[in-house]
């Protein structure tokens, strides 16, 4: 299985402010996810992160508010600009692994915006 | 559109006693999994079902698929208290694997 870590685990920021998530696989792997999962709610996948392309974002999120990095096949960053409390969250990435390709997620990093 | 529905959304149960969450998905996918969240915590993952008919068992928990009725089944045999938490199915779809559609989640307590 991979092994996923995230940065930072938790965190309380202002609004209008931005925050950048970092995510690191213990394995090259071509395509990192990154979801939300609001308080109380399911997870509802944000974009894929591909190395060396523009991410593909899925309907209802746009790359001004969640720009993404693929540096590379085993890390990636998802920025949350000009935050309101709405995006109070956490926010889990995950990459597929092994031969039956089971998606494995991160840690997670939980996010309150005041 | 991809919707995965899942029920019960809340499953109060006694220890010792059996019961099944269902999974309904609305499209044709050949892949369903079952995780794990314990509160606070992020998801484990705990079967990927490959192909119809798939059964897979771990513990008191067991998963089965049924692509043809599009609905997936976890099933609890003589529940105890460490299995409380939330679970999730998810689907992905060929051409799109790793973009996962969720379920609502089933919050599952187990009572002494």
């Known amino acids: 299985s991979a092994v996923i870590s995230q940065k930072p685990s938790r965190d309380i920021c202002q609004r209008g402010t931005s925050l950048t998530i970092q995510c690191q696989v213990d394995?090259?792997?071509?395509?990192m996810f990154w979801y939300r999962q609001q308080p109380g709610q399911s997870l509802t996948l944000i974009a894929t992160a591909n190395q060396g392309s523009e991410a593909t974002y899925e309907s209802g999120f746009v790359i001004d508010k969640f720009p993404i990095s693929r540096p590379n096949l085993t890390f990636s960053t998802l920025t949350v600009s000009n935050m309101s409390p709405e995006d109070s969250s956490i926010y889990l990435c995950?990459?597929?692994?092994?031969?039956?390709?089971?998606?494995?997620f991160g840690p997670g990093t939980r996010l309150l915006v005041l | 559109e991809l919707k995965v529905e899942q029920n019960p959304l809340f499953l109060s149960m006694q220890e010792g006693k059996n019961y099944t969450i269902y999974c309904n998905y609305s499209t044709t996918s050949d892949r369903l999994y079952w995780y794990r969240q314990d509160p606070g915590k992020s998801l484990e993952s705990l079967f990927v079902l490959l192909s119809n008919g798939a059964v897979k068992q771990e513990g008191r928990l067991m998963a089965s698929l049924d692509t043809k009725a599009r609905l997936s089944t976890l099933h609890i045999t003589a529940a105890v208290h460490d299995l409380s938490a939330t679970y999730f199915c998810a689907v992905d779809v060929r051409g799109a694997r790793g973009k996962l559609t969720f379920g609502q989640g089933t919050i599952l307590t187990v009572h002494p």
């Open positions: 995950s990459v597929g692994s092994g031969p039956k390709e089971t998606q494995y």
């Open positions: 394995s090259q792997v071509t395509m």
